[in-house]
């Protein structure tokens, strides 16, 4: 089984930019497919990105899409979520995951092996 820890999360302005990094042991991220999820004070864990095995294929939330970027360096066995255009609404704690399919989008329940997750807070 991976094992998954995720840095980089922090206070922001809005309209500023944050690099989440997951960094995985135990198992390569090239058997996993990788996603990152959030989950605000209150609400639900949702979706925000998946990146397929071989980094070729990325899917975005619609809410996301065009200001964030997934990424993964399978020299350095770590995932990213590069944040740009930071909004409020952004505030949550980010969890990345992985997950045994081949193809995106793969649904939330296939995911596992989580990390202890990053605060990121974005004022306004």
């Known amino acids: 089984q991976v094992q998954l820890v995720e840095s980089g999360g922090g206070l922001v302005q809005a309209g500023g930019s944050l690099r989440l990094s997951c960094a995985a042991s135990?198992?390569?991220?090239?058997?996993?497919?990788m996603g990152w999820f959030r989950q605000a004070p209150g609400k639900e864990r949702e979706f925000v990105a998946q990146?397929?095995?071989?980094?070729?294929?990325?899917y975005y939330a619609d809410s996301v899409k065009g200001r964030f970027t997934i990424s993964s360096d399978n020299a350095k066995n770590t995932v990213y979520l590069q944040m740009n255009s930071l909004k409020p609404d952004d505030t949550a704690v980010y969890y990345c995951?992985?997950?045994?399919?081949?193809?995106?989008?793969?649904?939330?329940?296939?995911?596992?092996?989580w990390g202890q997750g990053t605060q990121v807070t974005v004022s306004s």
């Open positions: 995951a992985a997950a045994d399919t081949y193809y995106v989008p793969t649904t939330s329940s296939e995911f596992y092996s």
């Open positions: 135990g198992r390569t991220l090239r058997n996993f497919l």
């Open positions: 990146i397929t095995r071989s980094g070729s294929t990325t």
